[in-house]
């Protein structure tokens, strides 16, 4: 099984099947968020929101997006962690 070196500059090894899976979920999420976004800011803008919704908007998605990273980072790093652990 191979390894592939990724993260925190290069420290943390994640088995390449990991990896690709991370990845292919990531893709998966990014599709579903753009399409959302588009569609509920277009559902915005047909209702005529004013010019201050569309900021808030736009920043709440953001903020979501970041926590999501953060979170998936953390989950990330703990399974590395336990993995490192694991090992003999």
């Known amino acids: 099984m191979g390894y592939q070196v990724t993260g925190l500059g290069g420290l943390v090894a994640y088995p390449a099947w990991a990896v690709s899976r991370y990845a292919n979920h990531q893709l998966g999420f990014n599709l579903r968020s753009g ?51 694991s090992e003999p």
Do not use: K, M, S, T
């Open 35 to 85: 399409v959302l976004f588009v569609v509920i800011a277009g559902a915005l803008f047909v209702a005529g929101a004013p010019f201050p919704v569309f900021v808030v908007f736009f920043c709440a998605a953001f903020a979501l997006n970041i926590a999501f990273v953060v979170i998936w980072a953390r989950r990330d790093a703990l399974a590395a962690y336990c993995q490192i652990e």
